[in-house]
T-cell receptor, first 117, second 109 residues
Framework: GAVVSQHPSWVICKSGTSVKIECRSL??????MFWYRQFPKQSLMLMAT?????????EQGVEKDKFLINHASLTLSTLTVTSAHPEDSSFYIC?????????????FGPGTRLTVL | GQNIDQPTEMTATEGAIVQINCTYQ??????LFWYQQHAGEAPTFLSY??LDGLEEKGRFSSFLSRSKGYSYLLLKELQMKDSASYLC??????????WGAGTKLIIKP
């Protein structure tokens, strides 16, 4: 089946620094990638939708200047948490959607656990 | 390698009961999640099992057997709105989520 990877798996950083998280589709081209945030035992909260070659679409309440998303290629999207603060500590999950005709399917990454000290 | 298996698609009748199975092989185990995802929407958390047994939450129940690497999601009194994809995910020893491909559940009147 389709594989999506994330790097790093874990990251601990100091408050005020920036952290970049990568999401890669390993065996398919993903025209669309999604970034989610998950709090313990809660639903995934969609942060933004990233389309290759265009600007990401952010969900209401998500600061686009704080969570920078770049989808420079069909297999890679990055999420950069700028000037991270302890409240940004969370589990960030990406998913990737193959091109048509499989547009309803998303393949999820393993997640990146961010801890901001 | 790590693997999660669940059926690709299931069909059931409104008002009936359906059981969606999930088997897993992972390096370590820190809990199993079930999510519901409607097309075009983010996955919604349904359940989390870390100990063996059945957890009931309204019309939905989730069962886990760690020794068998097996879980199921039981949906009772099916409603049309239950038509969705159901995702099984296991958290491994590194607290990484290993995802199943999802089971598309189709409810017929």
């Amino acid at each position: 089946g389709a594989v999506v990877s994330q790097h790093p798996s874990w990251v601990i950083c100091k408050s005020g620094t920036s952290v970049k998280i990568e999401c890669r589709s390993l065996d398919f081209q993903a025209t669309t990638m999604f970034w989610y945030r998950q709090f313990p035992k809660q639903s995934l909260m969609l942060m933004a939708t990233s389309n290759e070659g265009s600007k990401a679409t952010y969900e209401q309440g998500v600061e686009k200047d704080k969570f920078l998303i770049n989808h420079a290629s069909l297999t890679l999207s990055t999420l950069t948490v700028t000037s991270a603060h302890p409240e940004d500590s969370s589990f960030y999950i990406c998913s990737a959607r193959p091109p048509t005709p499989h547009t309803d399917t998303q393949y999820f990454g393993p997640g990146t656990r961010l801890t901001v000290l | 390698g790590q693997n999660i298996d669940q059926p690709t698609e299931m069909t059931a009748t409104e008002g009936a009961i359906v059981q969606i199975n999930c088997t897993y092989q992972t390096s370590g185990f820190n809990g199993l999640f079930w999510y519901q995802q409607h097309a075009g929407e983010a996955p919604t958390f349904l359940s989390y099992n870390v100990l063996d047994g059945l957890e009931e939450k309204g019309r939905f129940s989730s069962f886990l057997s760690r020794s068998k690497g097996y879980s199921y999601l039981l949906l009772k009194e099916l409603q049309m709105k239950d038509s969705a994809s159901y995702l099984c995910a296991v958290m491994d020893s590194n607290y990484q989520l290993i995802w199943g491909a999802g089971t598309k559940l189709i409810i017929k009147p």
